[in-house]
């Protein structure tokens, strides 16, 4: 029997446990947004309130720190498309201090790991609030740059950094000075004047606006095609660091600087040294006033060791080093009340609850709505409609709600629940077991119509030249379309009728719309917007049955025999198939001339040459949401190989939830291990 203590205990275990996974799941996730994508959802203050969590918990449970946590590597990994370029020095991450306090505790740990009395000096430098890069010259000529990546691998981005003009392609100064290989890492920003440049151009011609200039900087450094050169250009270098080739004979940070200046690269002017603790302080009291002021975004002051023996005395831990520490500002937030609670109709037909607010001016911007993202952060947050909210904007993230102020809260308040219909077309809203999104299943619901659109509209499908969401929204308010092939009869003037249509948008998109026409079988499928059927699979069909007739002809036995298509894919296909509504609409489309070249069916296509072509694959564990069925038919798609048994010839271990000895050795052999999101990157 065991008592009640034992029991209790281990309650207590499984919930550290359960805790650990959900925030290593949901840190992943979040980083995978903020530098995978460079999009992220929540601000960089969430970010790191959640890390810290679980940095702590782990720290108080080590037995149960998992192999994918995020607190054992730095960013993410390097995006196919670029070739990797590993960091001689890894590229490290750094601790954070949030109020003076930590500040002051960060510098005892210091003094006590030095064994020493008297105070420590550091140098003060803005953290600047942009992509992290290395740039390595050889016989002082710029030959290689990269992003950090994980650390320890990054992307070769040398093309793209070449076209900035504060990157020197050949170093300044004496070349008897110039070390063989200098490594200087510093940070790509975008000023502040260029982003207001490049979102007022960005909203002009109706693409969504960046959210702040370090995803502008970050998403322009990593551009593989469409390469947008003046975005380019406005990016700016600043470097604070010399990982390799520092001279002998310097003794402080501040001759790094110094050192690096004279070779040709732009440093932060504001950088100065602090005698002390309380000094720095002060500075960085100093830095917050001055924030506003400057041209380029900071998000707090680094401080760094001005001592290099001291540094080096001091080293690194595994992701961060023990000589610095970023002290954040404070995340900007304001107070303001909640007018409604709306649901709003997403892409995929979700409910998105949103907050109205009472328009608010916080971190520079004037904010009147916010996400509350589903049912269960609602609830979790307990927002309700009268409520008084802390709302947060930090470093120009997506506007949040942190918290409702409960003292101010008004009598006969009710909680908020979604509602049961779809506010768009009245369908009964689902939400599946286990879900956390509520949908509308209706597929002529009009919020679904307008994604078809931009799904149809869209770079992977028929690329439609000046269709964005703005003129979809237009289009559809004006009732000019009531279904895709409906874009095929629009006339000029009815596009004239609309509101800021000028002649030249107009003719834009009818150009558009005619060169949409062309397409290939595989492109038409994606536009279609068949259950399943993205890129890879498309291209299988596309290339097993050459044309769209046989494809509508095959049986489901035939879809499945289909190498990367399986009974979830081929049944979806099919049932899309049988529909009259579907077939009525492709009928319409072709006869609006939209076409393909065909090709003979191919009995058994050869394995598609793909972005994964020549790549191997081992899948592990669970892959949230995913199947390894599908997994597998979408690598194999793109060109990629699975195979069972984790080798040396691996080229990655795609690793899911409760991954086990394939994992193990992935790590051992240092095969690139990828997440769902990583896989979903490659792809
Ligand atoms: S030093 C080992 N100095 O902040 C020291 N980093 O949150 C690591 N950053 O990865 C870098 N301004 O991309 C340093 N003055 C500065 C910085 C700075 C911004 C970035 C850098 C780093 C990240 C850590």
Known sequence: ??????RTSGDAAKRVAKRIRALVEDVNRHLGLYHGEDAPEISDAEYDRRFRELQELEAAHPGEVRADSPTRRVGAPPAEGFATVPHRVPMLSLDNAMDADEMRAFEERIRRALDREGPVAFLAEPKLDGAGVELVYEAGALSVGSTRGDGRMGEDVTANLRQLGSIPMQLAGDPADHPTRLSVRGEIVLPRAAFARLNEDRVARELEPFVNPRNAAAGALRMLHDVDLLRLRSLEF??????EGLP??????????????SFGFRVSPECRTCPDVEAAITTHEAYLELRATLPVEIDGTVFKVDDLALQRDLGELARVPRWAIAFKFPAQQETTLVEDIFASVGRTGALTPVAKLRPVFVGGVTVSNASLHNQDEVERKDVRVGDTVVVQRAGDVIPQV?????SKRPKRTRRYRLPKKCPVCGTEAVRSEGEAVTRCPDPSCPA???????LLAGRGALDIDGLGEKLVEQLLEANLVGQPSDLWALSREALLELDRMGEK???NLLAGLERARQTTLARFLIALGIPEVGGGVAELLGRRFGDLDPLLAASREELEAIDGIGPIIAEKVQVYFEEDAHLDEIARLRKHGVRWPTAPPQEDAAPPEGPLTDKTFVLTGT?????????????????GKVTSAVSKKTDYVVAGEAAGSKLKKAQELGVSILDREGLEALL
């Open 623 to 639: 892959l949230n949401g995913l199947s390894r069925h599908e997994a597998k038919a979408r690598i194999e798609a793109a060109g």
């Open 1 to 6: 029997m065991t008592s009640r203590g034992d």
């Open 505 to 507: 948008s107009a003719d």
């Open 238 to 243: 600043r470097a604070y660091a010399v990982a």
């Open 448 to 454: 679904k119509l307008r994604n078809r659109l931009l």
């Open 402 to 406: 942190v918290q409702v102020v409960l």
């Open 248 to 261: 002998e004979g310097l003794q402080r940070q501040e001759q790094v600087l110094e050192l690096l200046r």
